[in-house]
């Protein structure tokens, strides 16, 4: 039963599916007892689960991947399939949040004083620290892309130099938005633009978070050799995805930032 007279990849019993719902159950409930009765116990655990989850199933991807040589041409085709599809799904989670920014900025209401920003609020200057980490993002495109080329290239220590840098660059873009969000005139719980600006810009902040640990899996797969010229989904996917977060930081700095100031 080992042999198979197809391309494509059975997969293997695996208790992490089971193991990543029972984390999200645990996460989901320790979250309500965490809003009802302040203790965190129970979302620490499921946070611990899901992590745990996570390090080893990605663990078994790679090891299928790379050394049992499961994913064939075919595979890989629907591999990329899959991340495409999961990046256009995150596009339109983005549209809804600059549809909610636009419906309200656009038109403003009566119970904001009619205007945009509303009255009170003091919008952040888009030419200090907003710039700042436009050029940070624009320049870790840059190297990522650097990156992809040296691989292709099999250029192994301008891969690593290069994917190093962008992880920095990621790293320092989150420093400089957290500095910002601490130093932040206004909260989440300042009217329509409270809520637009720091859902919209925070789920952002956390797609970099995600994107830079992305990258930090690729960099130590690299130093491991698990990529080739001709094989490496892996980084191209995370370079997709980096690529994806940068596109729409352009967008949150032009409307929320620059126009919406």
């Not at 490496?232 to 980096?242: K, T």
Request: hydrophobic letters at 50%; one cysteine or more; proline letters at 4%.
């Amino acid at each position: 039963m080992s042999n198979h007279n197809h391309p494509y990849h059975l997969v293997d019993y695996s208790p992490w599916p089971l193991t990543g719902a029972i984390g999200v159950l645990t996460l989901v409930s320790g979250m309500v007892k965490w809003f009802h009765n302040f203790n965190i116990n129970l979302l620490m655990i499921g946070y611990l689960i899901i992590i745990l989850t996570m390090y080893q199933w990605w663990r078994d991807i790679c090891r299928e991947g790379t050394l049992q040589g499961k994913h064939t041409i075919l595979v890989l085709k629907g591999l990329k399939w899959g991340m495409i599809l999961f990046i256009i799904s995150e596009v339109f989670f983005f549209i809804s949040f600059f549809w909610a920014f636009f419906h309200s900025s656009l038109s403003p209401n009566i119970e904001i004083g009619n205007s945009w920003p509303p009255m009170g609020i003091t919008p952040f200057n888009p030419f200090q620290i907003p710039l700042l980490n436009t050029i940070v993002l624009i320049s870790s495109g840059v190297t990522i892309t650097w990156s992809h080329h040296s691989l292709m290239e099999n250029n192994f220590s301008q891969t690593f130099q290069s994917l190093f840098l962008t992880i920095m660059l990621g790293i320092y873009f989150t420093i400089l938005q957290t500095y910002e969000y601490l130093e932040a005139p206004f909260s989440i719980a300042d009217s329509i633009y409270g809520s637009t600006f720091f859902m919209a810009t925070g789920f952002h902040g956390l797609h970099v978070i995600i994107g830079t640990t992305f990258l930090l899996i690729c960099l130590i797969r690299h130093m491991n050799n698990h990529f080739s010229k001709n094989h490496h989904f892996g980084f191209e996917a995370a370079a997709w995805y980096w690529h994806f977060v940068d596109v729409v930081w352009l967008f949150l700095y032009i409307s929320i930032y620059w126009w919406g100031n």
